[in-house]
């Protein structure tokens, strides 16, 4: 004889009950977090990473540490890939406000995927002694990461309107997260300023904090969307 579940009981799903979509997300960007940071941190002793006119530094740096440099750039990748779910989580919850910033932030990691393997490929694809080519793809791993700064910058703050709209959130994180967007667009200039990547210093940490808040408030909202 089947067993009905009482009312607002969810029924098990092969011994165990469902995941909610929302604790997927939300785990998704914490993850998202700690991949990135782990990217940042096994480049400490590459010179030159991600700084204008600095490329033949970090060519040589990177050829030097070569498990660091391909370590980064997975971790790297494996962050930017894992903010998809995470987006689409949001805007799941947050409704179709939400949907241009969900999108742009999905587009803008994706896009960010391709140039941060770049730096794996010229330490384990590009043979020794092609400096040109390999900074050159360097280059472009640099302007890749400008570009990804500038769109998800852009997709926060339509993402922060949408969440001034829930009630179900707190005020400050639409708030918190307008400063680390504007924190966050102004890192375009590291393709040319080194000024621009002096500031990831700062939009780092705030626009990855931002993330790390809104994936714990995504494991605790309910799954219905807000009207």
């Not at 990177?62 to 805007?91: I, K, N």
């Not at 179709?96 to 393997?117: D, F, H, K, N, R």
């Not at 770049?118 to 472009?140: D, I, S, Y």
């Amino acid at each position: 004889m089947t067993q009905v579940p009482p009312p607002g009981h969810d029924e098990p799903v092969g011994g165990r009950l469902p995941v909610e979509p929302n604790f997927i997300a939300g785990r998704a960007g914490v993850a998202a977090v700690g991949f990135m940071t782990l990217g940042v941190a096994f480049l400490k002793n590459i010179e030159g990473a991600y700084r204008p006119g600095m490329l033949d530094r970090w060519y040589y740096a990177a050829t030097q540490h070569e498990t660091a440099t391909t370590w980064s750039a997975w971790c790297f990748t494996m962050g930017v890939l894992l903010l998809v779910p995470w987006a689409a989580g949001l805007a799941r919850v947050l409704g179709p406000y939400s949907w241009p910033g969900a999108a742009l932030a999905a587009v803008g990691a994706m896009l960010s995927a391709v140039g941060t393997l770049l730096p794996f490929v010229v330490v384990q694809m590009v043979p020794h002694g092609e400096a040109a080519n390999a900074e050159t793809l360097l280059g472009v791993a640099l302007a890749f990461d400008s570009l990804f700064n500038l769109v998800f910058g852009a997709a926060m703050v339509l993402l922060c309107f949408a969440m001034a709209r829930d009630p179900k959130l707190p005020m400050w994180l639409p708030a918190y997260g307008l400063v680390a967007a504007v924190l966050t667009m102004a890192v375009v200039s590291q393709a040319w300023s080194p000024v621009g990547a002096d500031l990831v210093l700062l939009a780092g940490p705030a626009w990855l904090g931002w993330v790390a808040v809104t994936s714990w408030q995504l494991q605790r909202l309910p799954a219905e969307p807000s009207e």
